[in-house]
C-alpha cells in the first residue's frame, strides 16, 4: 500500500508540473490583446484598412474610426495596407498594448481607381493625363478656396491669387491660354454636377467635405465632357459616409494674418528731403517747407501721422467644422457644418463664409440605389473699406480728423488728387451671395438584361443669388449722396442620362459609357441708382428719395444639349484602347450655321510592365506608355452675342421727353460657331526600386482654331466692331511630377515630390493674313499676353551726350535702347521684353515623420514673367505726395542708375516693366497625432494637433509688395477719369497676406 501510494504520488505530482507549465504557456498565449488605429499623417481614420497577420491568415479591418483589435499569442509583423496609401509592416509585441499605426500616401498608387468623369477606372487603365491631387493637400491649410492649397502643387495647373483680399477668388488656366476673348477657365464638376457656369465657385466649397480632386488635362481625359471640357476639368468629390457607428468630428484652427510684404511710405524727414529734391531738379521755389500748406503746422510741430498704423489692423483666421457620418448596409450618410471667417488685415475688408452640407445614399433594393448631395453655402463680404494706395500717398505731415473728429475729406488740402484713405469706412456696403445645391442620382443595375449593364439618372439645381448694394455719403466726400442697389439671380438645371456597361471576358475588358444630358441656364439682374438725396439718413433702401434716380434690368438664357459614347477596352491589362465622341448643342450660335459641333477623341496605351519580357526586370516596377489625340470645342461667346442689339436714348422733343433706339457697339454675326482645339498628348508613368520612385512625364501640343475675334467696322456702318471666327493660338509644353520615398524606417520616413510644367504660348494667326496687331499688342508667334515697350537701359547720367539719340532728355531721365539702330527714339524702338505668364512653374514639398510626428514643407515656384509694376509709375505723386521709402530716385550726387528723377515726365507712357519671378515657401505644416492609448481614457478616438503657416517668405527681384498680385497701374497717361476711379477703388493693389493658424482635429467615439 505504501509503495502504490508512493507511484500515485510521483504520478500525481509530475502530472500536476505539465498542467501548470502548460496553463502558463496558455496564460501567455491568450493574455495578448492589441488595439490599435490605422490614420493618415493627418491623424485622420483609415476605416476599412487591412491588418493582416505575419503570413497567417489571420486578420481584421479597421472600423470607420480606424480602430481595430487583435488576440494574439506572439510577437508578430502586422501587414497594413489601405487603397492609395504604402503599405507598412509593423513589428508587435505583448509589451504593445495599444498602438497607432500611421500610413504615408503613396503617390504612384493615387489612386488604385480614379474617377475620370461619369465613373471610375483603374489607375493602370488610363491612357489619358488624370493627375489626383494629394490628399495632404485637401485638408488643415488655412485657405478659403481649396485652390489656394493646390497652387504650384500640380504639374500644368497655373494658379494665381490675384489679391489679398478675404474670399478672393483664384484664377486657374490649365495647360496655358487656349483663347483670346474667350474664358480659359477650367470646367469645375462636383459630385457629378456643373458648378462652373451656374454663378458659383469653389468658393462656395468647404474644403474640409472634399474627399478628392481629380484634374483632367489631355483630350482623351476630357473629351467626356465636350465644349465644356475645352479648357481642362477640375472633378471634386466630396465625403460621403460609411457603414459602421456614427463618426462625430471636430476640425478648428484659428491663427493670425498679418501682410507679407508692405512698401513702407518715406517718414516725415525723409518726405520733406524728397520735396527739397523734387524743387531742386525741377528749378521751382515754395514758401512752404513742404508741398501743401495744411501741413506746415504739422511739420512746424515734428508730428506726423503714420498712415498704414492707421488703415490696418490685426487680421484674424478661423475656421470650425463638425461633421457626422455612418450607416448601415444600406443607409450611408454624410452631414457637416462649417463656419469660416477671415478679418483683413486693412481696416473694413472681411470675408465670412457658412456651409451646410448632406449627403445620403440609400440601396433600397439590390438593384437600385438612391442618393442626393445638398449643400447651401453663404458668402458675406459686407463693409465699408480702407484704401491702402491713397494710404501709401498720405503725407506724414496730412491732418487725418477734422476739429469735429470727423475724417477730414483731403489731408493734404489744397491737394484734392489724393482723399483721406479712410474715407471709404463711412460708406455702407453689403455684398453677399449664397449657393443652394441640390443634386440626386438613382443606379439601377439591369443584370437582368444583361449583364454589367447599369443605367443612372443624374439630375441637379442650381440657384445663386447675389446682392450688391452700397452708399457713400457726404462723409465720404459725395456732397450730394449716392447709393445703388443690384440683385442678380442665377437658375442652372442638368439631366443626364447614362447607360454604363462594365464586363471582363477571360482577358478582355470592356467599358462603355453612352451619355445624353441637356443643360439649362438662366441669369436675370436688375438694379437702380440714385443721387441727391437730401441726407444720408436712408442710404440705398429709399432709392426714390434721391433726384436723378436710373433704373436697370437684364435677362439671359442659354442651353446645351449632349450625346456621348466612350468606350474603354484593354487586353491582359497590357494593352489599352480608349475612343470618345461626343456631340453638344448650344443655343448661343446663329441661325446660320449648324448649332451642333462633334468632338471625337482616341487614346491608346501599353503597360509595359505586364509584359513577360518586364518580370525579370527587378529594378522597373511599372511602366506605362500612353498617346491620345482629338478635338474639342469651346462656346466662346456669351448669350445673344450672335445678334444686333441696338441700346436706348432718352431724348426731349417738343418740351417732353421720349426714349430712342441707339445702334449699339457690336454688330451681330449669325455665322459664329464653335472654337475649335485639336490636340496631341503623349505620355508615360512609371515606378522603379520597389516604387521608391514614381513619377510622370507628359508632353502636349494644341492649337485652338477658329477663335472669336473682333474686326473692327467703319464708322460709317453705326457699330464699332464685330465678332469673327477668325485666328489659331497654339500651346505646348512638358510636365513632370516626381514622387520618391528617400528613407523608410521603422520610426522615421522622408517623402519628397517634385512638379514641374513648361509651356509655350503662340499666336499662330489673326485675320488669316499672318500679320501681327500691333494696337492689340498681338504678335504672331508670341503669346497672347506679352509686354511691349521700350528698352530700359539706364539713367542718363550728369554730362552724358543726349543730342544724338534722346534731344529731349535731360539727367535722371530714363535711358532708352537705340532697338532699330536709326539713331533716335521713336515708337519704332518697342520691343517685345518679356510675357506676362510664367515660362515654368514648380513645387517642392519634402515630408518628414517620426513617430506620430509629422513635417511638410512646401516651396512653389514661378519663373519667367515680366510685369508692369505700378509701385515704380508714381510720376503725379513725384512733388505732390508720398511714395514708398524702398523706392529711390536719382540726384546729380548719387549718379543712381536705376531709379529716375523726381523731375521726369515719362512723356513715352513707358509702363516700367519688372521680372516678375519669385520663388515662396508657400506653407509649412507641423502635425502630432496623439497616442491611442492617451484617448482611450477620455472615450475619444482620434486627436491630431497642428500648426500650420502659409506665404511664409517670398525670395523675388520685384520691388514692391508681391510680383503675383494684379496691380492698378498709375501713370501720367492715366486720364482724369481714372485718376477718380482709382481714388475710389478701395481694392487696389492689397498685398498678399501671410497667415498661421493653430489647429485640432477631434474623432469621437
Same mark, same amino acid.
Given at each position: 500500500?505504501?509503495?502504490?501510494?508512493?507511484?500515485?504520488?510521483?504520478?500525481?505530482?509530475?502530472?500536476?508540473?505539465?498542467?501548470?507549465?502548460?496553463?502558463?504557456?496558455?496564460?501567455?498565449?491568450?493574455?495578448?490583446?492589441? %488595439?490599435?488605429?490605422?490614420?493618415?499623417?493627418?491623424?485622420?481614420?483609415?476605416?476599412?484598412?487591412?491588418?493582416?497577420?505575419?503570413?497567417?491568415?489571420?486578420?481584421?479591418?479597421?472600423?470607420?474610426?480606424?480602430?481595430?483589435?487583435? #488576440?494574439?499569442?506572439?510577437?508578430?509583423?502586422? %501587414?497594413?495596407?489601405?487603397?492609395?496609401?504604402?503599405?507598412?509592416?509593423?513589428?508587435?509585441?505583448?509589451?504593445?498594448?495599444?498602438?497607432?499605426?500611421?500610413?504615408?500616401?503613396?503617390?504612384?498608387?493615387?489612386?488604385?481607381?480614379?474617377?475620370?468623369?461619369?465613373?471610375?477606372?483603374?489607375?493602370?487603365?488610363?491612357?489619358?493625363?488624370?493627375?489626383?491631387?494629394?490628399?495632404?493637400?485637401?485638408?488643415?491649410?488655412?485657405?478659403?478656396?481649396?485652390?489656394?492649397?493646390?497652387?504650384?502643387?500640380?504639374?500644368?495647373?497655373?494658379?494665381?491669387?490675384?489679391?489679398?483680399?478675404?474670399?478672393?477668388?483664384?484664377?486657374?488656366?490649365?495647360?496655358?491660354?487656349?483663347?483670346?476673348?474667350?474664358?480659359?477657365?477650367?470646367?469645375?464638376?462636383?459630385?457629378?454636377?456643373?458648378?462652373?457656369?451656374?454663378? /458659383?465657385?469653389? $468658393?462656395?466649397?468647404?474644403?474640409?467635405?472634399?474627399?478628392?480632386?481629380?484634374?483632367?488635362?489631355?483630350?482623351?481625359?476630357?473629351?467626356?465632357?465636350?465644349?465644356?471640357?475645352?479648357?481642362?476639368?477640375?472633378?471634386?468629390?466630396?465625403?460621403?459616409?460609411?457603414?459602421?457607428?456614427?463618426?462625430?468630428?471636430?476640425?478648428?484652427?484659428?491663427?493670425?494674418?498679418?501682410?507679407?510684404?508692405?512698401?513702407?511710405?518715406?517718414?516725415? *524727414?525723409?518726405?520733406?528731403?524728397?520735396?527739397?529734391?523734387?524743387?531742386?531738379?525741377?528749378?521751382?521755389?515754395?514758401?512752404?517747407?513742404?508741398?501743401?500748406?495744411?501741413?506746415?503746422?504739422?511739420?512746424?510741430?515734428?508730428?506726423?501721422?503714420?498712415?498704414?498704423?492707421?488703415?490696418?489692423?490685426?487680421?484674424?483666421? +478661423?475656421?470650425?467644422?463638425?461633421?457626422?457620418?455612418?450607416?448601415?448596409?444600406?443607409?450611408?450618410?454624410?452631414?457637416?457644418?462649417?463656419?469660416?471667417?477671415?478679418?483683413?488685415?486693412?481696416?473694413?475688408?472681411?470675408?465670412?463664409?457658412?456651409?451646410?452640407?448632406?449627403?445620403?445614399?440609400?440601396?433600397?433594393?439590390?438593384?437600385?440605389?438612391?442618393?442626393?448631395?445638398?449643400?447651401?453655402?453663404?458668402?458675406?463680404?459686407?463693409?465699408?473699406?480702407?484704401?491702402?494706395?491713397?494710404?501709401?500717398?498720405?503725407?506724414?505731415?496730412?491732418?487725418?480728423?477734422? @476739429?469735429?473728429?470727423?475724417?477730414?475729406?483731403?489731408?493734404?488740402?489744397?491737394?484734392?488728387?489724393?482723399?483721406?484713405?479712410?474715407?471709404?469706412?463711412?460708406?455702407?456696403?453689403?455684398?453677399?451671395?449664397?449657393?443652394?445645391?441640390?443634386?440626386?442620382?438613382?443606379?439601377?443595375?439591369?443584370? @437582368?438584361?444583361?449583364?454589367?449593364?447599369?443605367?443612372?439618372?443624374?439630375?441637379?439645381?442650381?440657384?445663386?443669388?447675389?446682392?450688391?448694394?452700397?452708399?457713400?455719403?457726404?462723409?465720404?466726400? &459725395?456732397?450730394? /449722396?449716392?447709393?445703388?442697389?443690384?440683385?442678380?439671380?442665377? #437658375?442652372?438645371?442638368?439631366?443626364?442620362?447614362?447607360?454604363?456597361?462594365?464586363?471582363?471576358?477571360?482577358?478582355?475588358?470592356?467599358?462603355?459609357?453612352?451619355?445624353?444630358?441637356?443643360?439649362?441656364?438662366?441669369?436675370?439682374?436688375?438694379?437702380?441708382?440714385?443721387?441727391?438725396?437730401?441726407?444720408?439718413?436712408?442710404?440705398?433702401?429709399?432709392?426714390?428719395?434721391?433726384?436723378?434716380?436710373?433704373?436697370?434690368?437684364?435677362?439671359?438664357?442659354?442651353?446645351?444639349?449632349?450625346?456621348?459614347?466612350?468606350?474603354?477596352?484593354? !487586353?491582359?491589362?497590357?494593352?489599352?484602347?480608349?475612343?470618345?465622341?461626343?456631340?453638344?448643342?448650344?443655343?448661343?450660335?446663329?441661325?446660320?450655321?449648324?448649332?451642333?459641333?462633334?468632338?471625337?477623341?482616341?487614346?491608346?496605351?501599353?503597360?509595359?510592365? $505586364?509584359?513577360?519580357?518586364?518580370?525579370?526586370?527587378?529594378?522597373?516596377?511599372?511602366? %506605362?506608355?500612353?498617346?491620345?489625340?482629338?478635338?474639342?470645342?469651346?462656346?466662346?461667346?456669351?448669350?445673344?452675342?450672335?445678334?444686333?442689339?441696338?441700346?436706348?436714348?432718352?431724348? *426731349?422733343?417738343?418740351?417732353?421727353?421720349?426714349?430712342?433706339?441707339?445702334?449699339?457697339?457690336?454688330?451681330?454675326?449669325?455665322?459664329?460657331?464653335?472654337?475649335?482645339?485639336?490636340?496631341?498628348?503623349?505620355?508615360?508613368?512609371?515606378?522603379?526600386?520597389?516604387?521608391?520612385?514614381?513619377?510622370?512625364?507628359?508632353?502636349?501640343?494644341?492649337?485652338?482654331?477658329?477663335?472669336?475675334?473682333?474686326?473692327?467696322?467703319?464708322?460709317?456702318?453705326?457699330?464699332?466692331?464685330?465678332?469673327?471666327?477668325?485666328?489659331?493660338?497654339?500651346?505646348?509644353?512638358?510636365?513632370?511630377?516626381?514622387?520618391?520615398?528617400?528613407?523608410?524606417?521603422?520610426?522615421?520616413?522622408?517623402?519628397?515630390?517634385?512638379?514641374?510644367?513648361? &509651356?509655350?504660348?503662340?499666336?499662330?494667326?489673326?485675320?488669316?493674313?499672318?500679320?501681327?496687331?500691333?494696337?492689340?499688342?498681338?504678335?504672331?508667334?508670341?503669346?497672347?499676353?506679352?509686354?511691349?515697350?521700350?528698352?530700359?537701359?539706364?539713367?542718363?547720367?550728369?554730362?552724358?551726350?543726349?543730342?544724338?539719340?534722346?534731344?529731349?532728355?535731360?539727367?535722371?531721365?530714363? %535711358?532708352?535702347?537705340?532697338?532699330?539702330?536709326?539713331?533716335?527714339?521713336?515708337?519704332?524702338?518697342?520691343?517685345?521684353? /518679356?510675357?506676362?505668364?510664367?515660362?515654368?512653374?514648380?513645387?517642392?514639398?519634402?515630408?518628414?515623420?517620426?513617430?506620430?510626428?509629422?513635417?511638410?514643407?512646401?516651396?512653389?515656384?514661378?519663373?519667367? +514673367?515680366?510685369?508692369? #509694376?505700378?509701385?515704380?509709375?508714381?510720376?503725379?505723386?513725384?512733388?505732390?505726395?508720398?511714395?514708398?521709402?524702398?523706392?529711390?530716385?536719382?540726384?546729380?550726387?548719387? /549718379?543712381?542708375? !536705376?531709379?529716375?528723377?523726381?523731375?521726369?515726365?515719362?512723356?513715352?507712357?513707358?509702363?516700367?516693366?519688372?521680372? =516678375?519671378?519669385?520663388?515662396?515657401?508657400?506653407?509649412?505644416?507641423?502635425?502630432?497625432?496623439?497616442?491611442?492609448?492617451?484617448?482611450?481614457?477620455?472615450?475619444?478616438?482620434?486627436?491630431?494637433?497642428?500648426?500650420?503657416?502659409?506665404?511664409?517668405?517670398?525670395?523675388? $527681384?520685384?520691388?514692391?509688395?508681391?510680383?503675383?498680385?494684379?496691380?492698378?497701374?498709375?501713370?501720367?497717361?492715366?486720364?482724369?477719369?481714372?485718376? =477718380?476711379?482709382?481714388?475710389?477703388?478701395?481694392?487696389?493693389?492689397?498685398?498678399?497676406?501671410?497667415?498661421?493658424?493653430?489647429?485640432?482635429?477631434?474623432?469621437?467615439?
Amino acid at each position: 500500500m505504501r509503495r502504490k501510494f508512493t507511484y500515485f504520488s510521483v504520478f500525481t505530482f509530475m502530472l500536476n508540473v505539465l498542467l501548470c507549465a502548460n496553463l502558463h504557456v496558455f496564460a501567455q498565449k491568450t493574455a495578448y490583446v492589441l %488595439k490599435g488605429r490605422v490614420i493618415d499623417a493627418k491623424g485622420n481614420p483609415l476605416p476599412g484598412a487591412s491588418i493582416k497577420v505575419g503570413t497567417s491568415t489571420m486578420g481584421t479591418l479597421a472600423d470607420a474610426n480606424g480602430n481595430f483589435t487583435l #488576440n494574439l499569442t506572439e510577437p508578430v509583423k502586422l %501587414k497594413v495596407s489601405f487603397v492609395s496609401f504604402v503599405t507598412r509592416v509593423v513589428d508587435v509585441s505583448s509589451a504593445n498594448k495599444v498602438i497607432d499605426i500611421t500610413l504615408s500616401e503613396d503617390a504612384h498608387q493615387l489612386s488604385d481607381v480614379v474617377v475620370v468623369g461619369y465613373g471610375t477606372q483603374k489607375r493602370s487603365d488610363v491612357v489619358g493625363s488624370v493627375t489626383s491631387v494629394p490628399k495632404s493637400r485637401l485638408s488643415g491649410l488655412p485657405a478659403t478656396n481649396v485652390l489656394q492649397s493646390l497652387e504650384g502643387a500640380v504639374a500644368g495647373v497655373s494658379i494665381t491669387v490675384p489679391s489679398g483680399i478675404p474670399g478672393t477668388q483664384p484664377s486657374t488656366q490649365l495647360r496655358g491660354q487656349n483663347s483670346i476673348n474667350a474664358s480659359s477657365d477650367p470646367y469645375v464638376v462636383v459630385d457629378g454636377i456643373p458648378l462652373s457656369k451656374t454663378g /458659383g465657385s469653389l $468658393n462656395d466649397i468647404n474644403p474640409n467635405d472634399i474627399a478628392s480632386i481629380e484634374i483632367l488635362k489631355d483630350p482623351s481625359a476630357v473629351a467626356i465632357y465636350g465644349t465644356n471640357g475645352s479648357n481642362g476639368v477640375i472633378l471634386v468629390t466630396t465625403k460621403r459616409g460609411s457603414t459602421g457607428k456614427p463618426v462625430v468630428r471636430y476640425s478648428g484652427s484659428v491663427g493670425l494674418d498679418n501682410i507679407a510684404h508692405l512698401l513702407t511710405p518715406r517718414t516725415g *524727414p525723409e518726405y520733406y528731403q524728397k520735396y527739397q529734391d523734387y524743387l531742386s531738379q525741377n528749378k521751382l521755389t515754395n514758401t512752404y517747407p513742404v508741398p501743401n500748406l495744411s501741413e506746415v503746422a504739422a511739420y512746424n510741430a515734428g508730428t506726423t501721422t503714420d498712415w498704414m498704423k492707421e488703415i490696418t489692423q490685426q487680421g484674424i483666421y +478661423q475656421d470650425h467644422n463638425v461633421s457626422i457620418s455612418g450607416g448601415s448596409p444600406d443607409v450611408k450618410y454624410y452631414i457637416s457644418g462649417d463656419y469660416l471667417s477671415e478679418k483683413g488685415d486693412i481696416k473694413g475688408y472681411q470675408y465670412q463664409r457658412v456651409s451646410i452640407r448632406s449627403n445620403l445614399d440609400i440601396n433600397v433594393t439590390d438593384y437600385l440605389t438612391l442618393g442626393t448631395n445638398i449643400y447651401y453655402a453663404n458668402n458675406n463680404y459686407d463693409g465699408g473699406r480702407a484704401n491702402l494706395q491713397m494710404a501709401s500717398n498720405m503725407s506724414p505731415y496730412g491732418v487725418e480728423y477734422n @476739429a469735429d473728429g470727423s475724417y477730414k475729406i483731403y489731408p493734404m488740402d489744397p491737394e484734392q488728387l489724393y482723399t483721406n484713405p479712410l474715407l471709404g469706412l463711412t460708406t455702407t456696403a453689403i455684398r453677399r451671395s449664397v449657393n443652394v445645391s441640390g443634386n440626386g442620382f438613382a443606379d439601377l443595375k439591369l443584370d @437582368a438584361i444583361l449583364k454589367g449593364l447599369k443605367y443612372r439618372l443624374n439630375v441637379g439645381y442650381n440657384f445663386v443669388p447675389g446682392r450688391t448694394d452700397n452708399y457713400t455719403g457726404r462723409l465720404a466726400n &459725395n456732397l450730394v /449722396g449716392s447709393g445703388s442697389a443690384n440683385n442678380t439671380e442665377y #437658375n442652372t438645371y442638368t439631366l443626364e442620362n447614362l447607360l454604363l456597361y462594365n464586363r471582363d471576358f477571360g482577358k478582355h475588358h470592356i467599358d462603355f459609357t453612352g451619355l445624353y444630358s441637356q443643360q439649362e441656364s438662366n441669369y436675370l439682374s436688375s438694379g437702380a441708382s440714385a443721387s441727391g438725396f437730401v441726407n444720408d439718413e436712408l442710404t440705398f433702401y429709399n432709392l426714390s428719395a434721391g433726384t436723378t434716380p436710373s433704373v436697370t434690368s437684364y435677362a439671359s438664357r442659354s442651353a446645351r444639349r449632349s450625346q456621348m459614347g466612350r468606350i474603354n477596352y484593354s !487586353f491582359d491589362s497590357r494593352y489599352l484602347l480608349n475612343f470618345t465622341v461626343r456631340r453638344d448643342g448650344s443655343s448661343v450660335f446663329g441661325a446660320n450655321t449648324n448649332k451642333y459641333g462633334w468632338f471625337p477623341v482616341g487614346g491608346i496605351g501599353w503597360n509595359v510592365s $505586364n509584359e513577360k519580357f518586364m518580370q525579370n526586370v527587378t529594378t522597373i516596377n511599372s511602366l %506605362k506608355l500612353r498617346a491620345s489625340y482629338g478635338r474639342t470645342g469651346n462656346e466662346a461667346i456669351n448669350p445673344y452675342a450672335t445678334t444686333t442689339t441696338d441700346g436706348t436714348v432718352r431724348y *426731349p422733343f417738343e418740351g417732353a421727353v421720349y426714349t430712342g433706339v441707339l445702334a449699339g457697339t457690336t454688330l451681330g454675326n449669325a455665322n459664329l460657331h464653335w472654337e475649335t482645339k485639336t490636340g496631341l498628348n503623349i505620355g508615360t508613368d512609371f515606378a522603379v526600386l520597389k516604387n521608391r520612385i514614381t513619377g510622370t512625364i507628359d508632353y502636349y501640343n494644341t492649337t485652338t482654331s477658329d477663335l472669336l475675334l473682333y474686326r473692327s467696322l467703319p464708322a460709317i456702318s453705326g457699330y464699332n466692331n464685330v465678332l469673327y471666327n477668325i485666328g489659331k493660338v497654339g500651346n505646348k509644353g512638358i510636365e513632370v511630377t516626381l514622387n520618391t520615398r528617400n528613407v523608410d524606417s521603422k520610426d522615421f520616413r522622408w517623402e519628397s515630390t517634385i512638379v514641374f510644367a513648361q &509651356n509655350k504660348n503662340a499666336i499662330k494667326d489673326l485675320y488669316g493674313d499672318q500679320k501681327s496687331d500691333l494696337g492689340n499688342r498681338w504678335f504672331i508667334g508670341s503669346p497672347i499676353s506679352v509686354i511691349y515697350d521700350y528698352k530700359k537701359v539706364g539713367i542718363w547720367q550728369t554730362g552724358e551726350d543726349v543730342s544724338k539719340q534722346d534731344p529731349t532728355a535731360k539727367p535722371g531721365d530714363i %535711358k532708352f535702347a537705340d532697338t532699330n539702330g536709326d539713331g533716335k527714339i521713336t515708337e519704332d524702338d518697342k520691343v517685345i521684353l /518679356g510675357q506676362t505668364a510664367p515660362k515654368w512653374t514648380g513645387g517642392f514639398t519634402n515630408t518628414f515623420h517620426y513617430k506620430n510626428l509629422s513635417l511638410s514643407v512646401f516651396i512653389q515656384t514661378a519663373q519667367g +514673367q515680366m510685369r508692369y #509694376n505700378s509701385d515704380l509709375n508714381n510720376i503725379e505723386a513725384q512733388g505732390r505726395a508720398n511714395t514708398p521709402a524702398a523706392i529711390g530716385y536719382w540726384t546729380p550726387t548719387n /549718379g543712381e542708375n !536705376f531709379y529716375n528723377s523726381l523731375a521726369y515726365t515719362n512723356s513715352r507712357g513707358y509702363g516700367f516693366p519688372q521680372d =516678375a519671378s519669385y520663388t515662396r515657401i508657400k506653407d509649412v505644416t507641423l502635425s502630432y497625432v496623439v497616442p491611442q492609448r492617451y484617448l482611450d481614457k477620455i472615450h475619444v478616438s482620434g486627436l491630431t494637433v497642428f500648426a500650420s503657416g502659409r506665404n511664409l517668405h517670398t525670395f523675388t $527681384n520685384w520691388i514692391g509688395t508681391d510680383p503675383e498680385i494684379t496691380q492698378y497701374t498709375r501713370g501720367s497717361g492715366n486720364s482724369g477719369s481714372n485718376q =477718380a476711379a482709382f481714388a475710389s477703388n478701395s481694392d487696389n493693389n492689397y498685398p498678399l497676406v501671410r497667415t498661421v493658424v493653430l489647429g485640432v482635429t477631434v474623432s469621437l467615439k
